[in-house]
């Protein structure tokens, strides 16, 4: 630890968070592609595969606020950040003494809880130190994708060549490695006598209470269920997948580029983000979300999910990064991870919906079951839509 502090003057604070970034998400980058189908190997259902995946959601939605107002209140949000990565690190190692559904369940939960709850935390400082230097969000969470993509497809070649056993040292070293990078973070926020970019255009809301309103809640709630159905992509993809005889080697790089296509994304973002206003390009990340499932659930050969996951970059980053900038262009620094974690919680909780339901629908309809994501998808379409009619974008 005390080389990454040395180490950590040289860089800047940009090179800082996107080493953090880089290395967050790694461990759920293998879990995306071998979770489910090592739960499986330990004897689990899939309705049972899908508590496992939502109950750790259900505890963060009811930690989200609470963790992003101790954030905002903290002197740097840097704290919260290292003290949940520290803890998501630990955790995991109980991991090797469990191996049936309530061990593995507890486990898992507690493991998912820190990182997940100082997620928004994260993504909120970032975009205030961004907006603050006049450098770009999109690029330094890019780095986060690839370090997802890299252990999607690596961790399929790694199973193939050592088997099942390599997971759980795989996820716990890689949850230790997060831990040690956070350290190298810098302060977020901005000193008190600087002014922000932040600052110069005035925000609408600077308490929760004021984002209340339908047009505010809408769009965040639209994609709040495109990116439930994203989560049951990272849940079940892979054994669906696996159930239609597409083998692991196969299946690490299929997810790997829906994550690349995720990148790119973010890495173009600044040459056409302003181009659009937030809510019209969280809309057309809901829209092509619909076209998706519903060719998802029709079990296309490996040449078709190919293309398809090269949509990932359109359906999930255009509508993350939309999110992320609408609330950013609507809040004050005061309440940034609040107001990001009052997002979060909306995704959260409708991803719990959709996950547990997946479990349910997938013995019964199998990939057809992509057809009720579509549906949801469509719904949250809807939501943008409305909310463009009821409040202009700032910028029209």
Known sequence: MAVLEAAAPRLSPEQRTTAFYFTYFMAPGAATMFLPIWLTGQGISPEQIGVINAVPIIAILALNLIVGRLADKADDWRQVIVIGALIAGIVPIALFFVNEFWGILLVWTLASLPGGAVGPVLDAATMRLTKRNGTDFGTIRAWGTLGYMLFNALTGFLVVWFGPVVF?????????????AAFLLPRFRAPAEQVT??????????????????WFILPLFGFAMVYGTHYILNAFSSLLWKEQGIAE??????IALGAFSEAAMMFVWKRFGGKLSARHLILIACVSSVLRWAAMALSPPVWVLVLLQMTHGVTFALGYLGCVHFIANWTSEDMAAESQSLYTVLQQ???????IGFGWLVPAMGAHAYFVSALFALIGAGCVWLSLRMMQPKDA
Request: hydrophobic share 60%; aromatic share 2%; proline share 9%.
């Open 349 to 355: 909780g409708l991803s719990v919906i959709a996950v």
């Open 168 to 180: 759980v040292p795989l996820f716990v070293g890689l949850a230790l490695l997060r831990a040690g």
């Open 249 to 254: 080697d196969i299946i690490g790089p299929l």
């Open 197 to 214: 970019v932040a600052a110069v255009t005035k925000p609408v809301a600077n308490r929760v209470r004021e984002l209340m309103k339908p």
